[in-house]
């Protein structure tokens, strides 16, 4: 078992800056690739980045490519996401969530752990 527990969520202009973190416990989290994903005010949940077990690969949606960056310090067993030139449309609960399989992945369900979700509004 992995748990996760996002914060660093809010309440945020935009154009402004957010970083989410993502702490980990329990079996070893540097064993599994982690993903981001956000769920929109009644859309279905949706990727947004991954990361590789060591780092060294990551991939993101189309729509947050220069603006959102991925990273995870498994010293700290924490994972996180900067968020830059945030937008409205970025509005969301926010998830971290492991997988423990490769390649990295884009589907919900493929990831086994998966936080409680962080709050990100982002106003006009």
């Known amino acids: 078992q992995v748990q996760l527990v996002e914060s660093g969520g809010g309440l945020v202009q935009a154009g402004g800056s957010l970083r989410l973190s993502c702490a980990a416990s329990g079996r070893t989290f540097s064993l599994y690739n982690m993903g981001w994903f956000r769920q929109p005010p009644g859309k279905a949940r949706e990727f947004v980045a991954a990361i590789s077990w060591r780092g060294g690969s990551t991939l993101y949606v189309d729509s947050v490519k220069g603006r959102f960056t991925i990273s995870r310090d498994n010293a700290k067993n924490t994972g996180y996401l900067q968020m830059n030139s945030l937008k409205p449309e970025d509005t969301a609960v926010y998830y971290c969530?492991?997988?423990?399989?490769?390649?990295?992945?884009?589907?919900?369900?493929?990831?086994?752990?998966w936080g409680q979700g962080t709050q990100v509004t982002v106003s006009s």
């Open positions: 969530a492991a997988n423990p399989k490769s390649p990295l992945n884009t589907v919900v369900a493929a990831y086994d752990y």
